[in-house]
Structure formats: C-alpha cells, structure tokens
Nanobody
Framework: QVQLVESGGGSVQAGGSLRLSCAAS????????MGWFRQAPGKEREGVAR???????SYADSVKGRFTISKDNANNSLYLQMNSLKPEDTATYYCAAGERWSCFATTDFGYWGQGTQVTVSS
C-alpha cells in the first residue's frame, strides 16, 4: 500500500519561498507518476505540477516559472519548490501518485497524502 506524507507547509509573505516535501513508502517509485495538487477554501482541487516516470514535468499556467517539481527516486521523495509566492497560492497542498508512467487526469492518481497548508499573506 502506497503512503504519502507531505511536509514543509507554513505561512509566508508574498514574494517568499517554501519547499514542500512528500515522503513516499510502499513502492519502488520510478514507474510511478507523481504530482502536486492544491485546494483553496470554497474551490475545487486543481493540479499544480506533475512529473512522469520518465521525469517529464508539466505545470499549471498559474505557477509556471515560479514552481519547480522534482523527485528523488533513491529516497522515494517528491518536492515542490515554490518561489515568488502570491496570496492566491494559499491552499492545502496534496501530494499524489499514480501506478503508471504518465498521469494526465486527476483520476490517474490513485494515492493521496493528507495535505499540508500553505498560507501567503500580502
């Protein structure tokens, strides 16, 4: 059973940076796609960034150039470096994984963490 545990959330002022981490257990990592999602109060969950088993990355338009997703297969960890944070980035951030080389739809991700809160003040 795959388990995902996020960490690194917190409160920061606009323009600041945070680095989220996701520790994964229960699988070998390389053949899984992984991603970060977020959900703000009263809004639907949205995809932020994803990385395939081939190390290909994609980002939501709202975070391109500011966020970077990466993973460490040796340590079964996923990261999200967030720079130039904006108040609209405030949300609960979730780590997700899917048992396939590439994930496209949210439903491709079968495993989810509990989330970590990110709050950006203006």
């Amino acid at each position: 059973q795959v388990q995902l545990v996020e960490s690194g959330g917190g409160s920061v002022q606009a323009g600041g940076s945070l680095r989220l981490s996701c520790a994964a257990s229960g699988y070998t990592g390389k053949r899984y796609c992984m991603g970060w999602f977020r959900q703000a109060p009263g809004k639907e969950r949205e995809g932020v960034a994803r990385i395939s088993g081939y190390e290909l990355t994609s980002y939501a338009d709202s975070v391109k150039g500011r966020f970077t997703i990466s993973k460490d297969n040796a340590n079964n960890s996923l990261y999200l470096q967030m720079n130039s944070l904006k108040p609209e980035d405030t949300a609960t951030y979730y780590c997700a994984a899917g048992e396939r080389w590439s994930c496209f739809a949210t439903t491709d991700f079968g495993y989810w963490g509990q989330g970590t809160q990110v709050t950006v003040s203006s």
